[in-house]
């Protein structure tokens, strides 16, 4: 059993063949490099980098409740990134554990042109990496609490003494990959991927008619409690005037821009002549 | 033997796909077979009967407008460069491009623009870019009939011009305002979105009737025809055989690998300009000789396939404006809608704002927190750190970060700019994966991102906020959606890979009909130009002016 997070946390393990190197290096990939905050890509990522030689099933742990000692860490760290507040939900409350998940988080973050390129067996079995890294990030928590107070772990400090306890982590190097991971993976979660459109209700977007089936509400202009109107029947200068429009236009031409002749660049037909 | 296989449904091989059949029906009696081939998923469940992806919906498609993984995954895929990509003083390139049968126009924004009269003018070396065929004027006829099919219409401002549900947006118009402020104008975009449902969540697939997909338009036709879809079938290879080619792949439906081998006598490929490249770079071995693809390499050791691939001068921000200016509420309403044309004339670019996709906020920082590492920057990474009471610096999470996000509708602007750029790319492929690299950006190039990138930023200043620093002053990295070029059409065979009819100079009806074509940048968003050339190149080829008909190339009685 190769430790995890130094001498101070012996406790904190994982099978042989995974170290917290290994870890450092698949976040890497995903984009969370220590030296940079970006991604560290070697030319030759793809099966013949770094992973070839591992066995997957060496990569999974024989005893499951330090898995879930594990989670119940970084959910304690979630619940500060993106705590639940008044009005919104917050990170454990969108599931943002699934988003670590790293089936879930490449193709989002790819899709959304955030990713360097990755070696093949991140895509191919993206599975076999989830647990090392959650164990990983668990040891690097928790080794951030023993700083804060000896031998707490991390879900045991005030939310104020969590909070010095990120705000340092995020200032270390060797921690900080593993925290934006983390934080990228709350706010995806929280901004409608996988399970829950709180965070873009929150941000202004319509809700979702059924997150399941990934039906967002359709149709604008609508009343500010949600109702669709009809623009070409109803009175949107009446509902507006009531405070009552949520439209996504102001119905207004800007005044003209003086001395900006336009009839030597657009054609009759709205193109560029 | 099919007779017709097109390779990829965007806007070159769905009007390749849709003009064929109709003529095989009407003229040639319907006795060949087209059969289009696509690596995606068939979104709408009525082109190909054995597709296999997520179950419909009550709308009886399969759109979705979730930002969940797996359909994101399904509609969208992004090319890149290994040795590159976000690392800080490296050049690189990252291209997205649309998945699934319909291509590019299962992403676009139904921006549709024709290209100005000057993209078709430019010169390298004293020698013009384009075939001497093409200008504006020639092309208008083309994409008088693209217009038509992708029913496009102007925008506008106010309902006295057009109902209500056809006009521009609040991004819009504070946008018009920051432009006003700085001597320039902003005008209502023309739209491919007839029907539309005023979305309000329109950037991800369409659910309803308002995307002028090609699924609505071209490929409906081609279906209607007769033409045969089979999707899921990923092309990896294609090589002559006998008379004709054969098309070698995988066929990924049911979940499954299954190879696939078809052998065509036309075979046209359009599958986007970085994939169809690719496509023929991985077979140029199968190719030899009087055959090989590049006679620009084979006669003069001069590469032409993989270069000169444009980004289309694609460049775009992000910022916030003043807490006095109207809210922008930049997430509703049609992804794009206004652009401003004014710096055209003197330096060949336009600017649009568009639709702010709320996952970029996850990972990157939404205003002036991170330290200032890069002094001659502008924007989030050169502006005081904002300090808590306690006087440490704003985190980029929990309460204070969670509400700040909350800002985000009102104040967020993003925009960018389209421009001419000098086709600095390049793509290449070997057989795990398909790469671009974008080495080092022209003095010319960089003049005209410094000059859009000013007036962006003045145009964030003069609305009271500030322009966050962007990738490619951070590290290096251009972002195209708008990828052309790799493959450039050209009158001569050491200048380029396919003639102005899309034929490949030294294979017989092996065609590229797609962005891979186009030999210079654009300087407006690309679809209709696509489809325009395409629509020229077919015409061309079924009444066999200037090139063997399609009737003679399939032997037909």
């Known amino acids: 059993m190769a430790t995890i997070g130094g001498a101070l946390l012996p406790h904190l393990t994982v099978v042989a063949g995974w170290h917290r190197r290994d870890v450092l290096r698949v976040l890497g990939y995903l984009g969370f490099s220590a030296a940079t905050g970006c991604g560290q890509v070697s030319e030759s990522a793809d099966d013949r980098g770094q992973f070839a030689g591992i066995d997957p099933d060496d990569y999974f742990y024989e005893d499951t409740d330090q898995a879930a000692a594990a989670d119940r860490t970084i959910a304690a760290a979630m619940a500060v990134l993106l705590p639940s507040d008044f009005d919104a939900a917050g990170a454990l409350e969108v599931e943002a554990m699934d988003m670590l998940r790293l089936e879930n988080f490449i193709p989002t973050a790819r899709t959304q042109n955030l990713l360097p390129p990755l070696p093949a067996v991140l895509d191919r079995e993206p599975e076999v990496f989830d647990e090392p890294i959650r164990i990983a990030i668990a040891a690097t928590l928790d080794g951030l609490a023993s700083a804060e107070r000896p031998l707490v772990r991390f879900s045991r400090l005030s939310d104020d003494e969590k909070g010095d306890a990120l705000d340092r982590g995020f200032d270390d190097p060797a921690a900080r990959p593993m925290l934006l991971f983390l934080r990228a993976a709350c706010f995806l979660a929280w901004l409608g991927a996988v399970r829950s459109d709180a965070g873009l209700v929150a941000i202004g977007y319509p809700p979702f008619e059924n997150f399941d089936d990934g039906v967002a509400v359709s149709g604008y202009p609508r009343t500010t409690d949600g109702r669709l109107v009809d623009a070409e029947n109803e009175d949107l200068d009446a509902l507006a005037a009531a405070g009552m429009l949520d439209d996504y236009t102001y119905n207004r031409a800007p005044e003209p821009t003086p001395g900006d002749d336009l009839s030597l660049v657009l054609d009759a037909g709205g193109d560029l002549i | 033997m099919i007779d017709v296989v097109v390779i990829g449904s965007g806007f070159g091989g769905a009007v390749a796909a849709a003009r064929i059949s109709e003529h095989i029906r009407l003229a040639l009696g319907g006795r060949h077979r087209v059969v289009v081939l696509d690596k995606g998923v068939d979104p709408t469940g009525r082109f190909d009967p054995d597709g296999t992806a997520m179950p419909l919906n009550a709308q009886g498609n399969r759109f979705r407008h979730t930002l969940a993984p797996q359909y994101l995954d399904e509609l969208g895929e992004v090319f890149t460069d290994p040795r590159g990509a976000y690392r800080p003083g490296v050049p690189s390139m990252n291209v997205i491009a649309g998945k699934g049968l319909g291509g590019g126009s299962l992403l676009y924004d139904g921006v549709s623009l024709r290209a100005p009269a000057e993209t078709f003018e430019q010169t390298r070396d004293g020698r013009r870019l384009w075939p001497s065929a093409f200008t504006r004027a020639s092309l208008n006829g083309a994409y008088d009939v693209v217009a038509q099919q992708l029913r496009v219409r102007q925008m506008a401002w106010t309902d006295a011009d057009a109902p209500h549900w056809a006009l521009t947006t609040k991004r819009d118009f504070v946008f018009a305002q920051g432009c006003r402020s700085i001597g320039a104008t902003c005008v209502p975009l023309k739209l491919a979105d007839v029907n539309d449902a005023n979305e309000g969540w329109w950037n991800q697939g369409q659910r309803f009737e308002g995307r002028q997909d090609l699924t609505k338009n071209y490929l409906s036709s081609a279906l209607a025809s007769g033409c045969e879809f089979r999707t899921a079938h990923e092309v990896e290879r294609i090589a002559p055989a006998g008379d004709g080619y054969v098309v070698r792949g995988v066929d990924r439906r049911g979940g499954k690998k299954k190879p696939f081998e078809i052998e065509c006598r036309v075979l046209i490929v359009a599958a986007g300009a970085v994939a169809s490249t690719g496509l023929l770079l991985r077979s140029r071995d199968d190719f030899r000789n009087e055959r090989a693809l590049d006679q620009g390499d084979e006669r003069l050791g001069q590469p032409v396939l993989g270069r000169h691939l444009s980004s289309n001068g694609d460049y775009g921000v992000s910022g916030i404006v003043g807490p006095n200016v109207l809210p922008v509420e930049g997430h509703k309403g049609k992804p794009m809608s206004s652009f401003c044309p004014s710096f055209w004339p003197e330096h060949k670019f336009i600017l649009i704002p568009f639709h702010a996709a ?145 034929e490949s100079f030294s294979n017989p009806n092996l065609f590229v009909l797609d962005g891979a074509i186009i030999p210079s940048a654009l300087g407006v968003n690309p679809s209709m130009t696509i489809a325009a050339l395409a629509e020229n190149a077919v015409g061309r080829l079924v009444r066999g002016e200037g090139t063997p008909s399609l009737a003679d190339r399939l032997g037909a009685q």
């Open chain 2, 358 to 502: 709320p996952l970029y906020l996850s990972l990157g920082q939404i205003s002036s927190m991170s330290p200032p590492k890069y002094p001659t920057a502008s924007g989030r990474a050169s502006t005081p750190i904002a300090e808590r009471a306690n006087g440490k610096p704003v985190r980029d999470w929990g309460p204070e970060y969670k509400s700040l996000l909350r800002q985000f509708g009102a104040r967020v602007l993003t925009m960018g700019c389209l421009a001419l750029d000098e086709c600095e790319g390049e793509i290449d492929a070997d057989d795990d994966r398909i790469t671009v690299k974008w080495r080092e950006t022209s003095r010319a190039t960089e003049d005209r991102w410094k000059v859009a990138s000013e007036k962006m930023q003045s145009i964030y200043a003069a609305l009271g906020g500030e322009m966050f620093l962007d990738t490619y002053r951070r590290d290096g990295t251009v972002n195209s959606s708008h990828p052309l070029g790799g493959c450039r059409m050209a009158e001569d065979p050491t200048e380029g890979i396919v003639d102005p009819t899309g």
